[in-house]
């Protein structure tokens, strides 16, 4: 069946295609390591179509929020550089959309406090993400930033006051928490003489899930994963690698045969097929044709992303003006509407 957010979600794509100027995105990732194929056919194609409709654009790198679920955030400069990277070869351009990491605008940080205040240690409790996330964190003990970052991503996206927030279905708990705290600001402070936080809507991803090398769902800190910037050489490798089944007739079938088919499915995301007849044209020559479709389809698919990557990375002086300028532009939009909250709040 359809959901209430995938209904509101199909509607959205039809007022984008309407009059996509209504519309202002906030989207981000962490800066926990390169991004691989799972955000690229996930996320970043569709902020780069979204981008292509003329919707204004948020990109935050989420620095602070790499400290959920560990203890210590490594290499934090090299990864946020790293993300620009990925983004600008997939298609971002910087001077439309805004690039910037949460540690470079103080302002959300202030904004978290009376956000706080709006919401409840119950509320808090009971979001069945943060639950799973406990669950799977490598964290010595559960800390309050763990706890909390749902009210820190409402900051990020109500700074901005972005009213369309791309998500996985495992980000609506926080997008309903976020939709809560503006809507509660608004009716405790009032607006005037600021605008009210908009109760911005999640925008479904389409897209399937993706799984790595180990057969479990692709992510950047399992090992799993093949990186946007992989050469395809280690593409090669790392797919000759992925785990299979023993059955030698390949067919797309993700319930019942979920690593094959995620291996099908990556084939015919790279060659714009239907996953069923990349299936039925390797047929019965086993997995080792399947996975040379595969390295063939991702290497040419990602051939002129990874080319442009890598001139981008021999010039880090223009990756440090993009994000120069993009944690300007979040700054002074943040300190705007922080200026109102405080007004609002007679502080
Ligand atoms: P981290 O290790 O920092 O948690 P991750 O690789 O697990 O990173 P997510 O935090 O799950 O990545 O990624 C953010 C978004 O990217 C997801 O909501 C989803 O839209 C997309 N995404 C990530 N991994 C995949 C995947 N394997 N298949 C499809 N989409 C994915
Ligand atoms: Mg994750």
């Known amino acids: 069946?359809?959901?209430?957010?995938?209904?509101?979600?199909?509607?959205?794509?039809?007022?984008?295609?309407?009059?996509?100027?209504?519309?202002?995105?906030?989207?981000?990732?962490?800066?926990?390591?390169?991004l691989h194929l799972g955000h690229y056919f996930g996320t970043l194609r569709n902020r780069v179509r979204l981008q292509g409709r003329g919707l204004e654009m948020f990109i935050v790198i989420a620095d602070y929020q790499v400290l959920t679920d560990r203890d210590v955030a490594e290499n934090p400069r090299e990864h946020v550089e790293g993300l620009v990277l990925d983004y600008l070869a997939a298609g971002i351009d910087p001077a439309r959309a805004t690039i910037f990491a949460h540690s470079a605008v103080p302002a959300l940080n202030q904004l978290l406090l009376p956000f706080l205040s709006l919401i409840s240690v119950a509320e808090l409790s009971r979001n069945?993400?943060?639950?799973?996330?406990?669950?799977?964190?490598?964290?010595?003990?559960?800390?309050?930033?763990?706890?909390?970052?749902?009210?820190?991503?409402?900051?990020?996206?109500?700074?901005?006051?972005?009213?369309?927030?791309?998500?996985?279905?495992?980000?609506?708990?926080?997008?309903?928490?976020?939709?809560?705290?503006?809507?509660?600001?608004?009716?405790?402070?009032?607006?005037?003489?600021?605008?009210?936080?908009?109760?911005?809507?999640?925008?479904l991803s389409a897209a399937p899930l993706l799984l790595g090398t180990d057969g479990t769902k692709m992510s950047k800190s399992r090992g799993n994963a093949i990186a946007l910037a992989a050469d395809a050489d280690e593409t090669a490798r790392l797919v000759r690698r992925t785990v299979t089944d023993g059955d030698r007739h390949i067919a797309y079938d993700p319930a019942n045969r979920p690593a094959v088919s995620s291996l099908v499915l990556l084939a015919a995301l790279c060659l714009d097929r239907d996953p069923h007849l990349v299936a039925a044209d390797i047929g019965d020559r086993g997995a080792a044709a399947l996975k040379a479709t595969v390295t063939e389809a991702v290497n040419e698919h990602l051939a002129p992303i990874r080319a442009r990557r890598a001139e981008y990375a021999a010039d880090r002086a223009y990756l440090r003006e993009v994000l120069r300028e993009g944690n300007e532009r979040a700054r002074a939009v943040a300190d705007s509407t922080l200026d109102e909250v405080r007004a609002a709040m007679r502080m």
């Open 1 to 34: 069946g359809v959901s209430p957010a995938q209904r509101r979600s199909a509607e959205l794509e039809g007022l984008i295609e309407r009059d996509p100027r209504r519309f202002r995105v906030l989207t981000g990732d962490r800066p926990t390591g390169p």
């Open 128 to 203: 069945p993400t943060v639950k799973d996330e406990i669950a799977h964190s490598r964290q010595s003990a559960v800390s309050g930033l763990m706890f909390t970052y749902p009210a820190h991503q409402a900051a990020d996206v109500l700074f901005c006051k972005a009213n369309l927030v791309p998500v996985g279905q495992d980000q609506l708990p926080h997008l309903e928490l976020t939709r809560t705290i503006a809507r509660r600001f608004n009716e405790r402070y009032g607006t005037a003489p600021a605008s009210p936080f908009p109760e911005p809507d999640a925008l």
